[in-house]
């Protein structure tokens, strides 16, 4: 079964750059048939996807965040990151990473950034 | 971007009924290449990631019971709910992987009457 977990800061403070890593389990990103996407949840409110990558590091970002956004991978530890610069209090959110068929079908737990100083 | 609505933003259901969600993408989501709807269901329960119930607008994922169907096609799509059960009180959410960016309804709180 895979599994995906989350990892890093929980508070960034305005104009910083938001830095999450995800670590798969129970499968290998390298395999390939998947893209492994970020996606964000505002409290209280609906899901964003933010972008996808493929094992090859090809990626895909949502042009209302593309500017900023930065999705690597790293196959060797079997992690894939997220980097979101230049963050608000609007980047304040649940971040989830997930393999992506598409659509998603294994999420993170989530965790949740505050962004604030 | 394909933007998606669902219908209605809440419903409550009494326990054994049927609950009825709506989704409508703002085009096609149909690709006539493979005959294939391009849209997904989940559900959301508090402090939990969403849950994919459906795919392709009509294949239930693996586990989940039959009692959730989904159905519809082009731009228009329907998740059912039969003998609701006091365990689908959640936020379900449509999504359309048609075409990047992948994008999400608004959600639908389903509740107990």
């Known amino acids: 079964q895979v599994q995906l977990q989350e990892s890093g800061p929980g508070l960034v403070k305005p104009s910083q750059t938001l830095s999450l890593t995800c670590t798969v389990s129970?499968?290998?990103?390298?395999?390939?048939?998947?893209?492994w996407s970020w996606i964000r949840q505002h409290p209280g409110k609906g899901l964003e996807w933010i972008g996808y990558?493929?094992?090859?590091?090809?990626?895909y970002y949502n042009p209302s965040l593309k500017s900023r956004v930065t999705i690597s991978v790293d196959t060797s530890k079997n992690q894939f990151s997220l980097k979101l610069s230049s963050v608000t209090a609007a980047d304040t959110a649940v971040y989830y990473c997930?393999?992506?068929?598409?659509?998603?079908?294994?999420w993170g737990q989530g965790t949740l950034v505050t962004v604030s100083s | 971007d394909i933007v998606m609505t669902q219908s209605p933003d809440s419903l409550a259901v009494s326990l054994g009924e049927r609950a009825t969600i709506n989704c409508k993408s703002s085009?096609?989501?149909?690709?006539?290449?493979?005959?294939?709807?391009?849209l997904a269901w989940y559900q959301q329960k508090p402090g939990q990631p969403p849950k994919l119930l459906i795919y392709?607008?009509?294949t239930r994922e693996s586990g989940v019971p039959d009692r959730f169907s989904g159905s519809g096609s082009g731009t228009d799509f329907t998740l059912t709910i039969n003998s609701l059960q006091a365990e689908d009180v959640a936020v379900y959410y449509c999504?359309?992987?048609?075409?990047?960016?992948?994008?999400f309804g608004q959600g639908t709180k389903l509740e107990i009457k």
């Open positions: 999504q359309q992987y048609y075409r990047t960016p992948f994008t």
């Open positions: 085009q096609s989501v149909l690709y006539s290449s493979n005959n294939k709807n391009y």
């Open positions: 990558i493929y094992y090859t590091g090809s990626t």
């Open positions: 392709w607008a009509s």
């Open positions: 997930a393999r992506d068929s598409p659509p998603p079908d294994y």
């Open positions: 129970g499968g290998s990103i390298s395999s390939g048939g998947y893209y």
